[in-house]
């Protein structure tokens, strides 16, 4: 079984441009989550969202934004990308039950910089 | 304040030993969930091992045991026999209660540790 995947792996942008990150849950997992990584720090959480619905939010600017589609898949998109927004963007995928023990199946990321 | 406390930015271990790291956290909910996870330089979260806050008795898996110490608040990872293999990240992470409604998932993770397994 595929696990979750991320699109693209690698990019370089340059400051003020636009990126957009894909994500691609484990089938069944209809709760998509979006972290972003900045080297030497641990993830932290962005978005998430089930059932096309956004269900948290994290403190980041509005120049992030994003969505699922109706077959669970999700994009992350930045607008203005600053210099800051280099880092690892990690899509974590979840069966999102209310049982606390629920696990969170991580993709490789997408490694952003930004120059 | 800091809800997710890892004070080892970085440990040794010889091969075929124990270490523990570390991991102190901070919540008012009764009701939470402690994931710790291992992060290889290829950069994917691999999940090892959880803890509910109603769970009386430690986790363990395999070679990965849980030393939860709730008064303290503190749940630190324990891996006996270390490998080679063992050399990663690893993150500790909470999951609050209660939610924001069905479906609603967070994590909050800690800085990490990075771990270097010696032959």
């Known amino acids: 079984d595929a696990g979750v995947t991320q699109s693209p792996t690698h990019l370089i942008k340059t400051r003020g441009q636009h990126v957009t990150l894909r994500c691609s849950p484990i089938s069944g997992h209809k709760s998509v989550s979006w972290y972003q990584q900045v080297l030497g720090q641990g993830p932290q959480f962005i978005f998430q969202y089930y059932e096309k619905e956004e269900r948290g939010r994290g403190n980041f600017p509005d120049r992030f934004s994003a969505r699922q589609f109706p077959n669970y898949s999700s994009e992350l998109n930045v607008n203005a990308l600053l210099l800051g927004d280099s880092a690892l963007y990690l899509c974590a995928s979840s069966l999102a039950t209310d049982f606390l023990n629920t696990e969170a199946f991580f993709g490789q990321g997408t490694r952003l910089t930004v120059v | 304040a800091q809800k997710i406390t890892q004070t080892q930015p970085g440990m040794f271990v010889q091969e075929k030993e124990a270490v523990t790291l570390d991991c102190t956290y901070d919540?008012?909910?009764?009701?939470?969930?402690l994931f710790w996870y291992k992060q290889p330089s290829s950069g994917e979260m691999i999940f090892l091992i959880y803890?509910?806050?109603?769970?009386?008795q430690n986790a363990t898996e395999g070679r990965y045991s849980l030393n939860f110490q709730k008064a303290r608040k503190s749940a630190n990872l324990v891996i006996s026999a270390s490998q080679l293999g063992d050399s990663a990240m690893y993150f500790c992470a909470m999951r609050e209660g209660p939610y924001s409604g069905a479906g609603s998932y967070q994590l909050t993770f800690g800085k990490g540790t990075k771990l270097s397994v010696i032959p």
């Open positions: 919540t008012s909910d009764q009701s939470y969930g």
């Open positions: 803890q509910g806050s109603y769970d009386e």
